[in-house]
């Protein structure tokens, strides 16, 4: 049986998901004792090749930060900022490539997390992730932002 503080983050965590399905740039409130957790995703951009890789992949050796993204891979890129509140809200987002296009691994840079919900990734070209941040770095109105990546062929 989960307990009551992992069942609020998983509900917390849907609703920003039910938000995004809405569209657009989005910001979730989750009620708590010590203020509210705020979570905003951006919309997606897409950084195609032969544009420098934002971030290194693992499990693609071409494509490392700073080097020019391997032909025929894209990046889609979404920026997630949470503000901590009482209570820890984690947000789940769908990751999605351009048509013609599947996912081949998931990256983060600054201080968020991530993992991938879906349980079979392979060919796939919109994959769930679950972006996160450490509780233990991050104190009560503190901010935690970052990058999240999928790289995509």
Known sequence: MSSPNTRRAVRAA??????????GAVAVAVAADGGDTTISVSPRVLIAA??????DFPGVAKARAGK???RGYVAVARDVRFTR???VAYAALRMTCPRGKSWRTGAVTGDIGLT???RTVSQK????VMATYDTNATALGQT???TIYALCR
């Open 14 to 23: 849907l609703l920003a998901t039910a938000a995004l399905a809405a569209g």
């Open 50 to 55: 032969p544009r420098d890789s934002p971030a």
């Open 68 to 70: 020019p993204l391997p």
């Open 85 to 87: 509140g009482g209570e």
């Open 116 to 118: 991938v919900l879906d």
């Open 125 to 128: 070209r919109s994959v769930l």
């Open 144 to 146: 935690a932002a970052g």
